[in-house]
Structures are given as structure tokens and as C-alpha cells.
């Protein structure tokens, strides 16, 4: 699977809008780019996925490049809650999740 | 559906003994996987099954771990003989192979091992 850059930290406040960047320059086609977050002691958590069109869910909007090199996943309204470690994955169909080191968010109040 | 359950939370062992975790997942879903992650890591694949099927294993896990799937239901993870280097959280996840699109995988809360 081809791999994800991420900034390792980024820093919000609370009730302002979030965008984490993901950049995979070697996508392929059918590489799909999950989001997972993962709280402190807890297992990690689908937040969104998407192939090639822009994709909005309850938790977040998942903004695609029109070259599909990179992505941002934007958290509309942050609240302390959402900070976590934010991991941008690769996978092609069927495969495994291959977790890289992730954005350490923190919200501030 | 009380989601991916894992048994025990936490396990304290001394070197050398063996321990086994257990995984029981999303009653409908046909694949598990199974993963450690160490402090300030992201979470490393170790293997997966497809229903009773194991069909990947990770370079990384050496002989002294075994996994099983006996009836495709839940899972169990062995680690014989272990080291103060298998101290980690251990992660079980399922998925519904439904044979097109993106899968979103349900993870456990894991379960934390110290080897002392």
C-alpha cells in the first residue's frame, strides 16, 4: 500500500473548524483513504473514507484533491472530545489498515 | 450489537510464561485482525483471518505467537514464552468483506500486556 504524510501535531480551539492534511503522492487508483482517530486508551475509530468524490458524514467531511494526491479531513465545530491521534491510511479493497505514526491533535478550551 | 469485545483488558505476566487473549467480534463480520501498538506508535499488523481462514501473517510475528479462528467466530492470540519486548496493547478488529467498496473496521479497547 502506498504511504500517507502527515504533520505529526496540529493545535485547535475549541468550536473552530479543524483541516488535517494528508498527502499520498503515490496513490494508485484504487487505493481507497480511510480516517481513523484513536482516543488515549481506547482501540481506534472509523471517522470516514472515500475514493475519488468529496464525502461528508455526522463526523467529519473528507475533502479529496482533484489529482487524488492528497486530502484533508475537516472537523467542522472541534470540541475537546475530538483530540486524538488522526491517522490518514491507504488501502486498496480488502486489504489491511497500515497505521502510520498520526497528527496528535490537541483542543484547546 | 455490543460491538468487538477483547478478554482480559489487562494482563500482568512474568517472562518466560505464555498468555492468551481472546477477541470476539461483530457477530456478522467474516474478517478479524489482530494488531500491536507500543507507546506513541501507530497500531502494527500481526494477522487476519477470513473466516477460519488465516491468510496473512506478519514478518514481524515470530513463532512464539499463534492465532486461531476455530468456527470463524471469535479468536484467540497466543504468545508462548514471552519477552519484556511483547509488552504492548493488542488489538483486535473486524470487517464485513462484502466483496466492493470501503470497509470500515470496528477495533476492541485491546488489551494491555506487561511482561515483568
Known amino acids: 500500500d502506498a504511504k500517507t504524510t502527515q504533520p505529526n501535531s496540529m493545535e485547535s480551539n475549541e468550536e473552530e473548524p479543524v483541516h488535517l492534511p494528508c498527502n499520498h503522492s503515490t496513490i494508485s487508483g484504487t487505493d481507497y483513504i480511510h480516517w481513523y482517530r484513536q482516543l488515549p486508551s481506547q482501540g481506534p475509530e472509523y471517522v470516514i473514507h472515500g475514493l475519488t468524490s468529496n464525502v461528508n458524514n455526522r463526523m467529519a467531511s473528507l475533502a479529496i484533491a482533484e489529482d487524488r494526491k492528497s486530502s484533508t479531513l475537516i472537523l467542522h465545530r472541534a470540541t475537546l472530545r475530538d483530540a486524538a491521534v488522526y491517522y490518514c491510511i491507504l488501502s486498496k479493497y480488502g486489504n489491511k489498515l497500515v497505521f502510520g505514526a498520526g497528527t496528535i491533535l490537541r483542543v484547546k478550551s | 450489537d455490543t460491538g468487538v469485545s477483547q478478554n482480559p483488558r489487562h494482563k500482568i505476566t512474568k517472562r518466560g510464561q505464555n498468555v492468551t487473549f481472546r477477541c470476539d467480534p461483530i457477530s456478522e463480520h467474516n474478517r478479524l485482525y489482530w494488531y500491536r501498538q507500543t507507546l506513541g506508535q501507530g497500531p502494527e499488523f500481526l494477522t487476519y483471518?477470513?473466516?477460519?481462514?488465516?491468510?496473512?501473517k506478519s514478518r514481524l510475528l515470530s513463532d512464539r505467537f499463534s492465532a486461531e479462528r476455530p468456527k470463524g467466530s471469535f479468536s484467540t492470540l497466543e504468545i508462548q514464552r514471552t519477552e519484556q519486548g511483547d509488552s504492548a496493547m493488542y488489538l483486535c478488529a473486524s470487517t464485513l468483506d462484502v466483496g466492493s467498496g470501503g470497509t470500515e473496521a470496528f477495533f476492541g479497547q485491546g488489551t494491555r500486556l506487561t511482561v515483568v
Open positions: 483471518f477470513q473466516n477460519e481462514a488465516q491468510l496473512e
